[in-house]
């Protein structure tokens, strides 16, 4: 029994290494297909297109805390009882005060070259007002930055850049020579999902998207300068669309806004 017993020390010693070996083996394949898994789950890249439950999760927590604590506060000024419904009421309410003597006295089909900064201004401020509650204006005040601007005319920025543009200092510059084509009930321009019949309506819808803009700058100045889910595709990212979305209605991209239907 003694000798049997000696003849299986090694095999046991052998056994114990083959064992050991297969255990570190294992767990050198464990960890390999756990560093497999946390590429796997990093949040992939933002890309234009993607719906709003796969942007929105592109957002870092604590920045979407501040959009939606925002959104709250937008929701509760301007007491909309039903999106759609109000939604729709708000942009007539912006056209019919355009067009009023205090509002612009706005023509529906606007010749740009006799637009006037007064009149965007205006404009802007009423669109600012149905949507936003006065909120922007708000805090443009209490930050103490300069007051929103329009100016009609070139970006100096980039002349040949979209409808309008959103500079540092709260001006938006309104491309005149993007505006020059009629716009109407025939030939009308689907803007980020919106339709518009007149030029009058495509411009509020402008003015909207670049409040959007503003708020982030003014808000959210960090957002504004550095966060990877408000920079992408141009200040167009995540951030940017949800906002978009939740305070105008705009959906769609912003490079791919201005198409004739006809
Ligand atoms: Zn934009």
Redesign the pocket.
Known sequence: MARVAANRVPIIVMGTIAAASALVAWLQELRRSRDDNDEASEPPCYVRGMRERDYIRLIPSDELQLVKALLSRVYKARGWRNEEESRAHAWSRVLATAQSSDGGAWQLDFDMDKVNPVQLTLLCAAVEKCFLGGLLTHQIRSVRRPPLKVLPGEDPRDPYS?LS??HDDNTIFVNANRWRESISAENPMNFEGALCTSKLEALAHTLG??L??AVVLNFFPAMDAASAAYLPD???GPI?MLLNKRLFGHVGH?SQRLFNVR
């Open positions: 979209w543009g959103l998207h670049e959007v803009h141009d200040k167009h940017f912003a």
